[in-house]
């Protein structure tokens, strides 16, 4: 472990702390693994109606007509596939992330369409042609407030979607704005409490195609941009000192909700919800993983910071100087590329949520939330994938689902029942944040 700070206070910290490196299974049994294939960081897995759903990009990310190319439906007490949900195109047709509500189930390809299945029949509902890959988590909600939800999504460099679920057809799209390689996962969230809920997400201002832009780049780097969710027109933006390929987070801090965003090259800022800085911090690079607020900490994979207001001194920037010092500033040792989001749960069944990091090499860290306990465990492979912490087989208890580069999902039993704070990329089955 990597300490940040030598205050009197972490000092304490650093020798109550205890480590170990052992094979994860040897605490939480393996109960079993299914071939399912490759995951990457923008990918969730979800679980509903007593069964486990996730896209895979197959044996191998750059094939095309590869068998495990698709979405999977998958019994969590055996880890049997019930179920596959593919393209009938021929092609690269390695699917990401998903979203489902109302049986029905959401994914993009990288063969240039957005697809609706009915999750019963698996049987293909819709399609709609896109003019790139389609990586991002689609969100599914009532935007407009018109009784009708609607899916939107990113486009991998052509800006963004938003489609009637009910047959596909075009409620609007702005692809006069670039969406970044990384295909941001969008967030929405009502901005200007007009009872519309606004998509934000990181964009850049030069599309690939012959539109106009929406706005001239005055800077290196991306956007993160509000659009209205009813028209799509921008509503605000604030700029990022490189490319952003995290999805920003929803929480609240001192009763009032905040988006919290990182970019490529650690830049990190908190806004409120017209978009105004509220405070801003530099990290390193290589920041893939999105970030995650649990109540005043700052979580970004292994790195656990105390970042509530009080650790902030105005100026004439407002918020700009960190004075954390004395407070919880954690770095678990973690090697190799770190690029799945943090997951926070009482997987130990304590009565305190843990902060759960994986890397890309087979390491996983678990910290208790008061830092007096930091374990290092060993996993086959690594993973990209952010975990599912979730009671997915009805026994009562929590199971943890690891995703691993090796290609295979493997179901870890815990002996908890404690309660889940953010157990899975991006929030739930629709990728809908639900903020009290």
């Known amino acids: 472990m990597k300490r940040l700070g030598l205050s009197f206070f972490g000092i304490v910290l ?37 069964f486990i759903y996730l896209g895979s990009n197959g044996l191998e990310r750059r094939s095309n007509v590869d068998s495990l190319d698709g979405v999977f439906k998958i019994d969590p ?15 690269d047709n390695d699917a990401t992330a998903i979203a489902l509500k109302d049986g029905k189930l959401y994914f993009g390809t990288d063969n240039y369409y957005f697809y609706c299945f009915d999750e019963k029949s698996g049987q293909e509902l819709w399609k709609y042609a896109t003019p790139f890959d389609v990586e991002s988590a689609p969100c599914i909600a009532d935007l407009d407030s018109d009784g009708e939800d609607e899916v939107v999504f990113c486009v991998q460099r052509h800006g963004v979607y938003c489609l009637n679920t009910k047959d596909g057809s075009e409620k609007w799209k702005l692809d006069s704005i ?48 509000a659009l209205d969710g009813k028209t799509g027109l921008p509503i605000w933006s604030k700029s990022a000192g490189s490319g952003i ?25 908190v806004l409120n919800l017209k978009g105004e800085l509220i405070k801003d911090m530099g990290f390193g690079y290589n920041m893939f993983m999105s ?46 590329t770190r690029s799945a989001t943090t997951v926070v749960a009482d997987v ?20 208790n939330e008061d830092s007096t306990e930091i374990v290092q465990y060993t996993f086959p492979a690594g993973a990209e994938a952010t975990p599912l912490v979730k009671d997915v087989d009805g026994d009562g208890f929590l199971e943890i689902l690891i995703a691993s580069l090796d290609g295979n999902l493997y179901c ?6 404690g309660r889940v ?11 809908v944040p639900k903020i009290k």
């Open 14 to 50: 650093f020798m109550n702390l205890s480590f170990s490196q052992e094979e994860f299974k040897s605490h939480f049994p393996l109960k079993w693994k299914s071939k399912i294939g490759i995951t990457t960081y923008r990918t969730n897995i979800l679980e509903e109606g007593g």
């Open 77 to 91: 007490k055996s880890g049997k596939i019930i179920q596959s949900y593919q393209s009938q195109l021929l092609g």
């Open 178 to 225: 670039s969406s970044h390689s990384g295909n941001v996962a969008p967030l929405v969230v009502d901005c200007n409490n007009d009872g519309v809920l606004d998509v934000i997400g990181g964009f850049r201002g030069t599309p690939e195609n012959s539109k106009l832009a929406s706005f001239k780049m005055d800077h290196y780097g991306d956007y993160l941009l």
């Open 245 to 269: 390929h995290a999805s920003p987070f929803l929480y609240e801090e001192g009763g009032e909700l905040r988006i919290v965003s990182i970019a490529a090259y650690g830049g990190l800022q």
């Open 291 to 336: 970030p995650v607020m649990y109540k005043t900490t700052l979580l970004l994979a292994n790195r656990i910071y105390g970042f509530g207001d009080d650790l902030f001194e105005r100026n004439e920037n407002d918020f700009n100087k960190y004075i954390g010092s004395g407070s919880q500033d954690i770095e678990m040792e973690l090697g190799a």
């Open 348 to 367: 130990r069944g304590n009565g305190q949520m843990q902060f759960i990091a994986v890397n890309e090499e087979g390491q996983l860290a678990m910290c």
């Open 412 to 417: 870890y039993e815990t002996k908890s029942k």
């Open 421 to 431: 704070h953010y157990g899975q990329f991006r929030w739930n089955n629709t990728n």
